[in-house]
């Protein structure tokens, strides 16, 4: 690999004007923005150790909020910048270690993540320095410099991660070098490459119906604020992306709606904060470069607006299904198949559950950057350890698609009735079927019927927000927050065994923890149902109005096939569920 010297181009004069679009910068902000440059307080001896191999410090994105305070004519926070820059350049000997890169070097400088971002941020400075300071020719001409390196890295294949986030981020760094320095000769390379594997990314990673395939709401968001960017400024500089890319993005504005909810909240993993409002979180939609019919911006504003869209929407392939209804009612989000990529969780047919901007059922164990079944609202299975079918890791992502992790079997919606039925296989020769239902406004149902060959202990849990306190009599039990009845809960199924985690109850082996701000172990609220044997069955009904209700179970038998007719006796309404099999239907 050839490194060309940048060094004998002379940049951008100061009379002249970047007029190309601006990538990421100065629209977003990092996450790695410390309290100190946030709030205004110069570290004027900043001494960074470039030692460490922490991607937050590498990708110098510590660096954006000085930088946005110097486009703004700060020039002391400008200052503080280039001397930063100029010692991770002349200590990490970025160029010299690209030439042999292979991905035991993937780590501190010269790890790909980090210098995708690092060269998002050089191209960004590069802009400021030459509108803010324009005559300071040495500075400039070591940007180049080290643009030409970072492109020159970009390109390579071997580090190019052609199924992950991580790839994408490569991509858009690659967008951002060729259109800010024009004044050297691999800017058009750049351009072009970035844009051909950006249309890879959208046509290999993200589902037809728009779900990344990373399969978390927070990566839906991460991986769709990337494409917009790289769709906005291509478009912008005379480059525009395919129709189909286009409409794909579409398809992601609307699944990130649906996402968010009526509260706009989307769970995070478990290495960012707990949840992000997703109508925060992305800018410019109104802007983008869609042509009509635009479905998916159009459910994006109007959820975000307030405007509720009630209905079960089903997606066998992306991995996420949602049920929504009006504003003041449940919204339940189901994962319906798991997918052996990159930051996947342990979360087989799981689900969240919010009312409002309350939410009911959660996540638990947010403290960790790693979490277990147990930290999921899911049947677990003692002793047996989650082995989804695996796939080649080269294959792209829309090619690692397996039923056997998790199928849609059913599905259907009627008048006060939404529910979806789903199947997989991921613990060794267990078949496992759930069926998730809304019933009105107010109640959900989880059905799980697991079936062996062999005795196992089966194991059904559900978590709730911190710092809920859960109390159970029998079969029925309530969650309290705040003082107040969050929810009420029975299982149905009998000769099952019951436990709880709160504040007062610590099982290592069943709960969730959260490390509280005073660095205490706090377990995540948590019921937990658990039944032995060949088969192992859960029937759970949850409901959010603060009025007692009662059931009635009434089970019958044929030879090929059994049914379960539930009567459900709410404040306002009695319901009458019948379950068949894989299907629900509403008796009048």
Same mark, same amino acid.
């Given at each position: 690999m050839i490194v060309l010297s940048a060094c004998g181009i002379e940049p951008h004069s100061p009379q002249e004007r970047i007029s190309a679009p601006t990538v990421f910068y100065p629209r977003y902000q990092s996450e790695q923005c410390n309290e100190q440059t946030r709030k205004g307080s110069l570290i004027v001896n900043f001494k960074p150790d470039w030692n460490q191999s922490s991607y937050d410090l590498h990708s110098l994105r510590f660096l954006d909020c000085l930088t946005k305070r110097g486009a703004k004519g700060d020039l002391k926070s400008l200052e503080i910048v280039k001397q930063v820059?100029?010692?991770?350049?002349?200590?990490?000997? /970025?160029?010299?270690?690209?030439?042999?890169?292979?991905?035991?070097?993937?780590?501190?400088? @010269?790890?790909?993540?980090?210098?995708?971002?690092?060269?998002? /941020?050089? *191209?960004?400075?590069?802009?400021?320095? @030459?509108?803010?300071? +324009?005559?300071?020719?040495?500075?400039?001409?070591?940007?180049?410099? %080290?643009?030409?390196?970072?492109?020159?890295?970009? %390109?390579?294949?071997?580090? &190019?991660?052609?199924?992950?986030?991580?790839?994408?981020?490569?991509? %858009?760094?690659?967008?951002?070098?060729?259109?800010?320095?024009?004044?050297?000769?691999?800017?058009?390379?750049?351009?072009?490459t970035g844009l051909q594997r950006a249309e890879e990314q959208m046509r290999d990673n993200v589902s037809e119906e728009g779900i990344h395939l990373e399969q978390s709401g927070f990566y839906q968001l991460y991986t769709l604020r990337t494409f917009m960017e790289i769709a906005n400024a291509a478009y912008h500089s005379g480059h525009p992306v395919s129709q189909s890319y286009m409409q794909k993005l579409d398809k992601m504005l609307g699944i990130a709606a649906l996402y968010a909810g009526n509260n706009g909240i989307v769970e995070t993993v478990p290495w960012h904060n707990h949840t992000i409002n997703a109508f925060d979180y992305l800018k410019d939609v109104k802007q983008l470069p869609l042509s009509p019919p635009t479905p998916g911006r159009d459910l994006y504003f109007k959820i975000k607006q307030g405007i509720s869209v009630p209905g079960l929407f089903v997606n066998p392939k992306g991995g996420y299904s949602f049920i929504r209804g009006e504003k003041n009612d449940l919204d339940i989000t189901i994962h319906n198949r798991f997918l052996n990529s990159p930051h996947f969780q342990p979360d087989p047919i799981g689900l969240t559950v919010n009312l409002g901007n309350q939410r009911i059922v959660t996540y638990g164990n947010y403290s960790s950057d790693t979490r277990l079944a147990k930290d999921f609202n899911v049947v677990q299975v003692k002793g047996l350890t989650i082995q989804p079918v695996k796939t080649q890791r080269y294959l792209p992502l829309n090619d690692r698609l397996?039923?056997?992790?998790?199928?849609? #079997?059913?599905?259907? *919606?009627?008048?006060?009735?939404? &529910? #979806?039925?789903?199947?997989?296989? !991921?613990? +060794?020769?267990? *078949? @496992?079927?759930? %069926?998730?239902?809304? #019933?009105?406004? @107010? /109640?959900?149902?989880?059905?799980?019927?697991?079936?062996?060959?062999?005795?196992?202990? &089966?194991?059904?849990?559900?978590?709730?927000?911190?710092?809920?306190? #859960?109390?159970?009599?029998?079969?029925?039990?309530?969650? !309290?927050?705040?003082?107040?009845?969050?929810?009420? /809960?029975?299982?149905?199924?009998?000769? !099952?065994?019951?436990?709880?985690? *709160?504040?007062? !109850?610590?099982?290592?082996?069943?709960?969730?923890?959260?490390?509280?701000?005073?660095?205490?172990?706090?377990?995540t609220p948590e019921i937990n149902y658990r039944s032995v044997g060949k088969s192992g069955e859960f029937l759970w009904i949850l409901s959010t109005d603060n009025r007692e209700f009662t059931t009635q179970l009434q089970t019958r038998k044929s030879d090929n096939s059994s049914e379960k007719e539930i009567t459900l006796r709410g404040s306002d309404k009695n319901y009458k569920i019948l379950l068949r099999e894989n299907s629900a239907l509403l008796l009048k």
């Open positions: 820059v100029l010692d991770w350049n002349a200590k990490n000997n /970025f160029a010299q270690k690209t030439k042999k890169w292979s991905w035991k070097d993937n780590h501190g400088a @010269h790890e790909e993540h980090g210098t995708a971002w690092r060269t998002i /941020f050089i *191209s960004y400075l590069y802009r400021v320095v @030459h509108q803010v300071t +324009p005559n300071d020719r040495e500075f400039l001409k070591k940007l180049q410099s %080290m643009a030409q390196e970072h492109g020159t890295f970009l %390109m390579g294949r071997k580090q &190019y991660q052609f199924n992950h986030n991580h790839g994408l981020n490569q991509t %858009m760094g690659l967008l951002a070098l060729g259109l800010t320095f024009s004044k050297l000769p691999d800017h058009e390379k750049w351009i072009e397996n039923n056997q992790n998790g199928e849609i #079997i059913s599905s259907g *919606s009627h008048l006060n009735l939404d &529910y #979806i039925t789903v199947r997989n296989q !991921i613990y +060794p020769n267990i *078949s @496992h079927v759930r %069926m998730v239902a809304r #019933i009105s406004a @107010h /109640f959900v149902l989880v059905w799980d019927r697991l079936l062996s060959l062999e005795k196992h202990e &089966y194991s059904q849990s559900f978590h709730f927000p911190v710092p809920g306190q #859960i109390s159970v009599k029998g079969n029925q039990g309530e969650v !309290i927050l705040n003082h107040q009845r969050l929810a009420q /809960f029975l299982q149905l199924q009998s000769d !099952i065994q019951t436990s709880i985690c *709160s504040t007062e !109850i610590h099982i290592d082996e069943l709960c969730s923890f959260e490390v509280s701000p005073n660095g205490r172990k706090v377990p």
